[in-house]
């Protein structure tokens, strides 16, 4: 089946500074991504999709200034994290879809982000 | 807009019982349905889905779904549940109307006992 990585897998960093996490599609073109924000013991919560070449959608209460989504090509996908806060500590979940399979999103397996 | 609710944040069985994990759905259009696994510290796997056709959808590791339309469930069984069965499982639910943006239920811890 097709595959989808993240990176980092865990990354931890110090209140105030921005992170970067990849989202990459690896034997497929993702023509929509999207990216999910789980807390501890609750459910994936839907922050944005992203399709190739074009801005991405916010969900409401998502602060596009603060999560920073790229889609610049057809198997690449960055969220930053700016300026981050020990609220933003999170585990981060992107999805790929290829534009030919509605029905099918392929899930990365997380990046567990800590702000101290 | 489509929204999906799962009973029971918990559910407990013994090891060789039924699981039945319960999902109901709202959408405006025909829905396509799915289930989800998450282990500790791991993102989802598909377990199935459902689109269209045969509205009992078997999936991996011996569970199936049925799509209930008129009771807009698609609650999910194993025969005999086994201690790796024990894990999240989230009900998702997508459709045209929504762009296809799959929204997730709450999900339900699934406990297995010896």
């Known amino acids: 089946g097709a595959v989808v990585s993240q990176h980092p897998s865990r990354v931890i960093c110090k209140s105030g500074t921005s992170v970067k996490i990849e989202c990459r599609s690896l034997?497929?073109?993702?023509?929509?991504m999207f990216w999910y924000r789980q807390f501890p013991k609750q459910s994936l919560m839907l922050m944005a999709t992203s399709n190739e070449g074009s801005k991405a959608t916010y969900e409401q209460g998502v602060e596009k200034d603060k999560f920073l989504i790229n889609h610049a090509s057809l198997t690449l996908s960055t969220l930053t994290v700016t300026s981050a806060h020990p609220e933003d500590s999170s585990f981060y979940i992107c999805?790929?879809?290829?534009?030919?399979?509605?029905?099918?999103?392929?899930f990365g397996p997380g990046t567990r982000l800590t702000v101290l | 807009a489509q929204s999906v609710t799962q009973l029971g944040s918990h559910v407990s069985v013994s090891e060789g019982a039924l699981v039945l994990l319960r999902c109901n759905y709202s959408s405006s259009v025909p829905p396509y349905l799915f289930w989800y696994v998450q282990y500790p510290n791991q993102g989802l796997q598909l377990l199935l889905k459902y689109t269209t056709g045969a509205t009992l959808v078997k999936g991996i590791n011996g569970f199936e779904a049925e799509f209930k339309k008129s009771e807009t469930s698609f609650h999910l069984t194993k025969p005999s549940a086994h201690m790796s069965d024990a894990a999240e499982y989230f009900c998702a639910v997508s459709d045209r109307a929504g762009g296809f943006k799959t929204i997730f239920g709450a999900g339900t811890r699934l406990f297995v006992k010896a």
């Open positions: 999805s790929a879809r290829s534009g030919t399979v509605a029905d099918t999103q392929y």
């Open positions: 034997d497929f073109q993702a023509t929509t």
